[in-house]
T-cell receptor, first 114, second 115 residues
Framework: DQQVKQNSPSLSVQEGRISILNCDYT??????FLWYKKYPAEGPTFLIS?????DKNEDGRFTVFLNKSAKHLSLHIVPSQPGDSAVYFC?????????????FGRGTSLIVHP | DSGVTQTPKHLITATGQRVTLRCSPR?????VYWYQQSLDQGLQFLIH???????AKGNILERFSAQQFPDLHSELNLSSLELGDSALYFC??????????????FGPGTRLTVL
């Protein structure tokens, strides 16, 4: 039973356009959400996070939106660059409940075309 | 470079064998986590050590074990290997206990192939 779902295995976007990566979760106890980026032959790298007390967090070209009622979060990349081509993992944890280990989705492979 | 090192990068072995994967955390990090990533799967949490003590267990098989040594490096031991154990194994470290504002830093992974 996947508690964190990334339903799109891949996404293709033109350089300069917006990339939107989606993530759904089922566990209502999750209160901290993270996005990781992974290049081939490297480990995942932390990108951005959001606490459940917020509905938006922005860091440069990256913005994460959280919709708690829909149990949905999304990562927006604007503008997309070819160097953003990577696999993006969504993760969620229940820090208040003491289950601080994040649960990861299966990832979405983003390809940004020049 | 995350500062987390993992050895070896690649490992090819046969079914029934035993292997040891090694991880050195970032300088100053007390927590080490092990994850398994099989084909088309997300990162499956295996086990977490904090300052030498086991703190949390995930979907870790009984054939797998781990430890964290006084110098904080960690080893993941996989025994009686099966074909299905072929995967990428990642180690991650963090300063304290993972949670809010305490993200994990991942190593490059060890690719295990069981033939």
């Amino acid at each position: 039973d996947q508690q964190v779902k990334q339903n799109s295995p891949s996404l293709s976007v033109q350089e300069g356009r917006i990339s939107i990566l989606n993530c759904d979760y089922t566990n209502s106890m999750f209160d901290y959400f993270l996005w990781y980026k992974k290049y081939p032959a490297e480990g995942p790298t932390f990108l951005i996070s959001i606490s459940s007390i917020k509905d938006k967090n922005e860091d440069g070209r990256f913005t994460v939106f959280l919709n708690k009622s829909a149990k949905h979060l999304s990562l927006h990349i604007v503008p997309s660059q070819p160097g953003d081509s990577a696999v993006y993992f969504c993760a969620a944890s229940d820090s208040a409940g003491g289950s601080y280990i994040p649960t990861f989705g299966r990832g979405t492979s983003l390809i940004v075309h020049p | 470079d995350s500062g987390v090192t993992q050895t070896p990068k690649h490992l090819i072995t046969a079914t029934g064998q035993r292997v040891t994967l090694r991880c050195s955390p970032r300088s100053g990090d007390l927590s080490v986590y092990w994850y398994q990533q099989s084909l088309d799967q997300g990162l499956q949490f295996l086990i977490h050590y904090y300052n030498g003590e086991e703190r949390a267990k995930g979907n870790i098989l009984e054939r797998f074990s781990a430890q964290q040594f006084p110098d904080l490096h960690s080893e993941l031991n996989l025994s009686s290997l099966e074909l299905g154990d072929s995967a990428l194994y990642f180690c991650a470290s963090s300063v304290g206990l993972s949670g809010n504002y305490n993200e994990q830093f991942f190593g490059p992974g060890t690719r295990l192939t069981v033939l």
